[in-house]
């Protein structure tokens, strides 16, 4: 299927587990990662066993979809976060939307949430990468180093890939503990111990500031959560069952 934002087709997958009204949870993925990679997969198979809907898209410039890599920023996927939720709105079968992201995707997602908190149930980060907008004030992103008053036209990134200096300008003005700060429903945050991508720090700063927050890191577990798979599932797939109880009792 295909979403549409601003012209862009992003390609996503849906996929429900009863034909009954349901919650939706919308995945985003990571920087330079796509809908289709095994982790992600993996998540979206933990999501359904908890009784969710999952929608997960390749983003903006990355896998299937529009727009071209080197032109995506921050603004671009949480906007592709927003035209999901809208999608999913529009679903008489819908019960309820929540959002879900890996690293950079784990990033849009808490930017989306804290931009419509009232449309979104709740948030499952995976690794978010809450530094980036800091990594792009200093002047060191990705092990590129440049001068962040003298923005460089391009950036050179990982894989061979090249960004438009655009991308840093975009994220050295995203506070991303704002959006943290306007989020109120619950959300988990998962973090391997062995991630040297992002610092697991930053998601033990994120829960402590998030109002209704739940942490787990996970001994032994990389960035790509590739360790042991079924751990995270069971992790991600107990904690869904345990809120939708909690939501029933409160309705």
């Given at each position: ?104 995707g784990g990033l849009a997602a808490a930017l989306a949430a804290g931009e419509a908190p009232e449309r979104v149930r709740g948030l499952i980060l995976r690794a978010p ?123």
């Amino acid at each position: 299927m295909v979403i549409m934002d601003g012209g862009i087709p992003l390609q996503a997958v849906m996929e429900r587990p009863t034909d009954r009204p349901a919650p939706l949870l919308i995945f985003l993925h990571g920087f330079t990662s796509s809908k289709d990679r095994p982790h992600n997969i993996a998540f979206c198979e933990a999501v359904r066993e908890a009784g969710f809907a999952t929608l997960r898209m390749d983003m903006y410039g990355h896998g299937e979809s529009g727009g071209r890599f080197r032109d995506h920023t921050l603004t671009h996927w949480v906007s592709n976060a927003l035209a999901a939720v809208r999608w999913a709105e529009a679903q008489d079968w819908v019960t309820e939307v929540w959002l879900a992201g890996h690293s950079q995707g784990g990033l849009a997602a808490a930017l989306a949430a804290g931009e419509a908190p009232e449309r979104v149930r709740g948030l499952i980060l995976r690794a978010p990468a809450f530094m980036i907008p800091d990594c792009a004030r200093k002047g060191d992103m990705l092990g590129a180093r440049f001068d962040p008053a003298d923005i460089p036209g391009d950036l050179p990134v990982i894989k061979g890939l090249t960004l438009d200096g655009n991308y840093l300008r975009v994220a050295q003005g995203i506070r991303p503990e704002e959006a943290i700060d306007r989020f109120p429903g619950p959300v988990l945050l998962l973090h391997g111990d062995r991630d040297d991508v992002v610092p697991a720090e930053d998601s033990v700063k994120a829960a402590a500031r998030y109002a209704r927050c739940t942490l787990v890191i996970l001994p032994g577990e990389t960035h790509h959560f590739d360790h042991d798979p079924e751990r995270m599932k069971r992790v991600v797939r107990d904690w869904l069952r345990a809120e939708r109880g909690g939501a029933r009792e409160e309705g």
